[in-house]
């Protein structure tokens, strides 16, 4: 066997290992690999960073995601291809996306589209039209994500990519709920979790089940919500992702909260925020303010939970982040008004409706801020 097809074998079982999510594997195949990689192997070096990127993006770490990216962009521009530059910029906009910073991700995004529908490359296109849905979902333009995210699942679909669909479907799950359609988000969530059950795909299953746990919460059923959760954590936990398990663990402290279950709420709001910490998720965060405002003034505490309403507030609005300014707004109006205490919560007494306008402006049904907490998607 010749040293090419060596170093070819290797990246491939590399790659088929990240695809089984298993992802320590992957990197130690990879660190070994870049070891024996001659310095002027610009093509096998950009794939083993390309890879690496990949698998620590997945497990959280995008510090060192970033990193490796960086060392593929630098060998693509010694490749002097535009497709492998392309290639480094959209996955370094995936790590910068996930850290909070969704206009450089777009910026990247943008970018390669460029390149790839130059290169007429549709297969490419149509992960950056995926990429580029998740980043618009994070700005707060959920029809623009709907939009993106179809689009993608089009052209995956035409060229037999299930998996990719898959994504995409979930993508659309997500989506749909942020906008308050919960039977459309559902019936993506349950297309998506079939077809990756099919193709045994660890990571893909896992993430339906959580979707679908957020779709049955937003539609009242907590006890269903919560077994769907507990599935996804076991499944993540497995594979090692703390990205996604912060997500879960939050929607799980989310529904136990709306089941009055208090303790059990701030146990995995706790949980949640320790990895949002370690993966320096800025919107994470966000997300634990606000359960932590309203399980504050649910003790009857409005003074403090309206300091860190406005806390998430100002965050949402340093980061861009539309939608959980106006989550943040929402709560912020509620506590204004003259509340008090009761059994099931804090309501308004005097029957007054909070009703933040950035919510008709960005195109999204309204949570019911009636009663804390409030079941935001």
């Not at 390669?112 to 995926?130: C, P, Q, R, T």
């Not at 925020?273 to 370690?278: A, N, S, V, Y």
């Not at 059994?343 to 007054?352: F, V, Y």
């Amino acid at each position: 066997m010749t040293k090419e097809k060596e170093n070819e074998k290797t990246l491939d079982k590399a790659d088929a290992l990240r695809h089984k999510a298993l992802y320590r594997q992957s990197l130690s195949v990879l660190r070994a690999a870049e070891k024996s990689l001659e310095p002027q192997n610009h093509e096998d070096l950009f794939h083993c960073h390309l890879l690496s990127g990949h698998n620590w993006r997945m497990l959280g770490d995008f510090n060192k995601a970033i990193t490796h990216y960086e060392k593929a962009e630098l060998h693509a521009k010694e490749l002097q291809g535009k497709a492998r530059q392309a290639d480094a910029a959209a996955s370094l906009a995936l790590s910068h996306r996930a850290q909070g910073d969704w206009k450089k991700a777009l910026k990247l995004l943008v970018q390669s589209e460029k390149i790839y529908k130059k290169l007429n490359d549709e297969e490419a296109l149509a992960f950056v039209l995926w990429s580029k849905g998740g980043t618009l979902r994070i700005k707060g333009d959920i029809d623009g994500a709907i939009k993106a995210f179809s689009e993608a699942k089009q052209i995956f679909t035409r060229l037999g990519d299930q998996h990719a669909a898959g994504y995409c479907l979930n993508g659309l799950g997500g989506a749909f709920r942020i906008k308050g359609s919960y039977k459309s988000s559902l019936s993506n969530y349950t297309r998506a979790h079939t077809l990756f059950r099919k193709l045994k795909d660890p990571f893909g299953v896992a993430y339906s089940y959580c979707g679908i746990g957020n779709a049955l919460r937003m539609s009242g059923d907590h006890k269903g919500a919560l077994q769907y959760f507990r599935k996804a954590l076991k499944v993540y936990k497995r594979i090692g992702d703390i990205v996604s398990s912060s997500y879960t663990l939050w929607s799980s402290g989310k529904s136990l909260a709306l089941m009055d279950k208090r303790n059990e709420a701030l146990d995995a709001l706790k949980e949640a925020e320790k990895l949002f910490t370690k993966t320096k998720d800025p919107r994470g965060k966000i997300y634990c303010l606000l359960s932590r405002a309203e399980l504050q003034a649910m003790k009857g505490g409005i003074k403090n939970a309206a300091k860190l309403a406005q806390k998430a507030l100002e965050a949402a609005k340093e980061h861009g982040f539309a939608v959980e300014a106006c989550h943040a707004s929402g709560l912020l109006e509620h506590f204004s008004l003259s509340l008090v205490p009761n059994p099931h919560g804090i309501s308004n007494p005097k029957g007054a409706r909070v009703k933040p306008d950035c919510y008709k402006e960005l195109g999204l049904k309204m949570p019911d801020f009636s009663v804390l907490p409030v079941n935001i998607p």
